[in-house]
Each structure stands twice: as structure tokens, then as C-alpha cells.
């Protein structure tokens, strides 16, 4: 019912930024709270950011809040992850995922109904 594929990934040193997107497919993009999660080599998937259906609302992890902004455009059926100051242990998978529909925000996997393929995102030192 929903596809949804990231970009933007790709190699940034220390202190630079990316901007991840993630297209979706679907007639229900509007009505899903959206997130993004990430999963570092060797480590558990760990939640990043969300953003509410309306985009009036946002919610972001402690290991990245104050360097990243989540956003949503309805009218592309687009979510957005805009990163700065990254760290090297910022690198790994990036996963855009939907809630379902009518949801509020989570930061719970299992409240997600859709995920895309992930993009890789490497930070050198």
C-alpha cells in the first residue's frame, strides 16, 4: 500500500551535514505520522525522529536532538532528515518508516507499518 524510498546518503566528514529524503507512494501519506530510525554497524536499530501527519509536531532522539530537523511536505508526499555537525558514530542505515495511519508519533518500531530500504550514511573522522 505505501513504498517508500531514502536518498541523499553517501560519504560526509566529521561536521558536515546531508539531507536525507524519503519519497512515498500512497493516497494515505497525509493521515501517517512519519519517522526516521537508524542502525550503526554492530548496534541496535535506534529511533532518530518523527514527525506528526499535519507536520505541526516533532520529536527527536537525545543522541541527535539539537543537530538534526525532521520535515514532511504533503503537497510531494516527502519526508525529509536534515543533519549537521555529524559525528562518525552517526554512520549507518538510515530507515525512513510510516506509522500507521491516524497514529500519533512514536518512537516505536512496532508502530510503524511501513519501511523503506535504507541509505547509507558514512561520517569519516
Known amino acids: 500500500q505505501v513504498q517508500l524510498v531514502e536518498s541523499g546518503g553517501g560519504l560526509v566528514q566529521a561536521g558536515g551535514s546531508l539531507r536525507l529524503s524519503c519519497a512515498a507512494s500512497?493516497?494515505?501519506?497525509?493521515?501517517?505520522?512519519m519517522g526516521w530510525f537508524r542502525q550503526a554497524p554492530g548496534k541496535e536499530r535506534e529511533f532518530v525522529a518523527t514527525?506528526?501527519?499535519?507536520?505541526?509536531?516533532?520529536w527527536y532522539g537525545d543522541s541527535v536532538k539539537g543537530r538534526v530537523t525532521i520535515s514532511r511536505d504533503n503537497t510531494q508526499n516527502t519526508v525529509y532528515l536534515q543533519m549537521n555537525s555529524l559525528k562518525p558514530e552517526d554512520t549507518g542505515v538510515y530507515y525512513c518508516a510510516a506509522c500507521k495511519p491516524d497514529d500519533g508519533v512514536s518512537q516505536l518500531p512496532g508502530n510503524y507499518d511501513y519501511w523503506g530500504p535504507g541509505t547509507q550514511v558514512t561520517v569519516s573522522s
Open positions: 514527525i506528526s501527519a499535519s507536520g505541526g509536531f516533532t
Open positions: 500512497g493516497r494515505t501519506f497525509s493521515s501517517r505520522a
